[in-house]
């Protein structure tokens, strides 16, 4: 599967941007799908996860309730909500997914196998 994140941009803090992850390829419900960022000099992190129906989503604790996660498997398409932006929440976002049948950690990178270009997001204070 290809993976394309886009929707990334500059925005005031408290304001609110809507990332969007495009599959390509293989059927897309057949993947969990992985939000990622990471800021300069610092290590890539998860931002949020859901799984291949959108039933089921993981938040990390910096962004609960602030963030949400869904997909639409008919337009092959993941999307990120990002409201009440931080100045902290700058960094390059990445959409990654990872083969529903697989065993994995959902923060853990190094568990998706296939990665998008990753969008900019820079936060202003």
């Known amino acids: 599967v290809q993976l394309q994140a886009s929707g990334g941009g500059l925005v005031q803090a408290g304001g609110s941007l809507r990332l969007s992850c495009a599959a390509s390829?293989?059927?897309?419900?057949?993947?969990?799908v992985g939000w990622f960022r990471q800021a300069p000099g610092k290590e890539r992190e998860v931002v949020a996860h859901?799984?291949?129906?959108?039933?089921?989503?993981l938040y990390a604790e910096s962004v609960k309730g602030r963030f949400t996660i869904s997909r639409d498997n008919a337009k092959n398409t993941v999307y990120l909500q990002m409201n009440s932006l931080k100045p902290g929440d700058t960094a390059v976002y990445y959409c990654?997914?990872?083969?529903?049948?697989?065993?994995?950690?959902?923060?853990?990178?190094?568990?998706?196998?296939?990665w998008g270009q990753g969008t900019q997001v820079t936060v202003s204070s």
């Open positions: 390829g293989r059927t897309f419900s057949s993947y969990n």
């Open positions: 859901i799984n291949w129906s959108g039933s089921n989503t």
């Open positions: 990654a997914a990872v083969s529903r049948g697989s065993a994995y950690y959902w923060a853990a990178p190094s568990s998706f196998a296939y």
